[in-house]
């Protein structure tokens, strides 16, 4: 039985009194004074014995809470309970670009501008072991939003079950964290794939970790979209991803880092809320939109077999995309589906001889002239294409103001100065294809030659461990 040391001391202090009371008694009863003497005593040895249980129930106290768990490092601040089984974590990513574009002739129209990409404050926690959830607002770009929230029911490794706003598990690069891409910027195949939106997902590890699969419903959003918190139709989009790692528990096999696996969602749209509101550039350039009148009206669905490999400072990615939607050029119209197909390939090598890999490069020392160590280096290069359908000029979209495919080849070079820390310097050349019936001279500026952009970027993250897939 527990006792309760307040209460304890309270029912001491009472008999306590009831002692002094016999106390009275032994004047009328001396005969009696030897038994009362002995419940004195026992009532003394009581107190005594109950302050040492209150010494010891503090000292308990004392080293639960120096027990308790606060850290601070390059993961984030994490405060944790002494058992584990309740923490709480706050991360940040901070990203500072410079966008400088050359030969943009007398347009007018791309600015040489420093941009806060991204700035983000995310909380994490788990509670009761099995509960975890996830907020991220986002303050850089445009006005502050929430990104992602989020809450998981981790059954076991190989049963997770999640709800709230996410991403979509159908791209790879999307996939990928924001702070850890090969580039600066996603490549223009991630025009093709869903972005955040509301949902209930269930997935996880099966096969001792070599396969991953997430199947959901959602809300659905268009090509490069994310919900803006509320369903804009009654209409709902199905998800799902396998990701293989066959030979990961194989050490000593050359294929170890070789993943590859297949997502795609089917499901239907409506309005002009349904289709993208365009397909952009490395450079954040808008190449490609719909006629304002043109709505979206019946099936989509993506498809995009997708493949990664890292060996030591090696690292490769590749996926295909194809996104087909239905669409209109007005309510009255017919209705036309649309196949837009991309591709990329992108690689990278860490010259300092640290590992790549999906969740970032992590230096073997970092950088600190005064010690002679300089961080690590990566040198990447890529190489994309998105072709837009034919059939949607010139009724869906005008060949006047968009191109019908972009071809992007980029390199650059990744400074990895701690694991928190990493500077970023890449070189993007865009060229353009007209749709069939474009006047000689686009009515968009950029159009009229190749974009060639030069993106510098300086970030700063608390980042979740490396070979994750994270949702920043």
Not at 357 to 374: I, K, L, Q
Not at 394 to 406: D, I, V, Y
Request: aromatic share 10%; proline share 4%; net charge positive.
């Amino acid at each position: 039985m527990k006792l309760h040391i307040p209460a304890a001391r309270a029912a001491a202090i009472l008999l306590t009194v009831v002692s002094a009371g016999f106390s009275g008694l032994r004047a009328q009863a001396p005969a009696a004074t030897s038994e009362i003497a002995a419940l004195r005593a026992q009532i003394q040895e009581l107190a005594q014995k109950l302050t040492e249980l209150e010494r010891k129930q503090q000292q308990a106290e004392t080293a639960a809470q120096a027990a308790a768990r606060v850290t601070m490092n390059d993961r984030g601040l994490t405060i944790g309970s002494a058992d584990a089984a309740n923490s709480i974590r706050v991360r940040g990513l901070v990203q500072l670009d410079h966008r400088a574009f050359f030969r943009d002739g007398s347009s007018g129209t791309v600015n040489n501008a420093f941009v806060l990409r991204r700035a983000r404050i995310i909380a994490e926690g788990q509670f009761a072991k099995i509960y975890s959830f996830q907020i991220v607002p986002e303050f850089g770009g445009g006005s502050p939003t929430i990104l992602d929230a989020n809450l998981t029911l981790s059954l076991a490794p190989s049963l997770q079950v999640k709800a709230g706003r996410f991403k979509v598990p159908v791209g790879l690069e999307q996939l990928q964290s924001d702070a850890w891409n090969f580039f600066n910027e996603r490549s223009i195949v991630t025009n093709l794939t869903p972005n955040r939106d509301l949902g209930i997902q269930v997935g996880g590890d099966v096969l001792s970790g070599r396969l991953n699969y997430a199947a959901g419903v959602f809300g659905g959003v268009p090509d490069a979209g994310s919900t803006n918190n509320t369903d804009f139709d009654n209409e709902k989009t199905l998800a799902g991803r396998l990701y293989a790692t066959p030979f990961r528990n194989a050490k000593d096999s050359a294929l170890q880092g070789l993943s590859f696996g297949i997502a795609g969602s089917v499901g239907r749209e409506k309005t002009a809320a349904g289709r993208t509101a365009g397909y952009r550039t490395d450079g954040q350039q808008t190449f490609f939109t719909y006629a304002a009148t043109t709505l979206a009206d019946g099936r989509n669905w993506r498809l995009t077999p997708q493949a990664e490999f890292r060996r030591g400072a090696f690292g490769l990615l590749g996926e295909y995309v194809v996104s087909a939607v239905n669409v209109r050029a007005a309510a009255a119209g017919p209705k036309t589906e649309l196949r837009n197909k991309a591709w990329q390939l992108a690689g990278g090598y860490v010259l300092t001889g640290e590992n790549s890999a999906f969740g970032g490069v992590v230096p073997a020392s970092n950088f600190d002239p005064a010690a002679g160590t300089w961080g690590a280096f990566e040198v990447v290069a890529r190489y994309a294409n998105l072709d837009v359908d034919d059939n949607a000029f010139p009724t869906l979209a005008a060949p006047a103001t968009s191109a019908n495919a972009a071809k992007s080849s980029a390199v650059g070079v990744n400074w990895y100065l701690s694991k928190a820390v990493r500077a970023s310097f890449d070189y993007y050349h865009t060229r353009f294809t007209l749709p069939a019936g474009a006047p000689a001279v686009s009515s968009t500026p950029f159009l009229r030659q190749n974009e060639q952009a030069f993106i510098t970027r300086f970030q700063l993250t608390f980042c979740p461990e490396p070979n994750a897939v994270s949702v920043l």
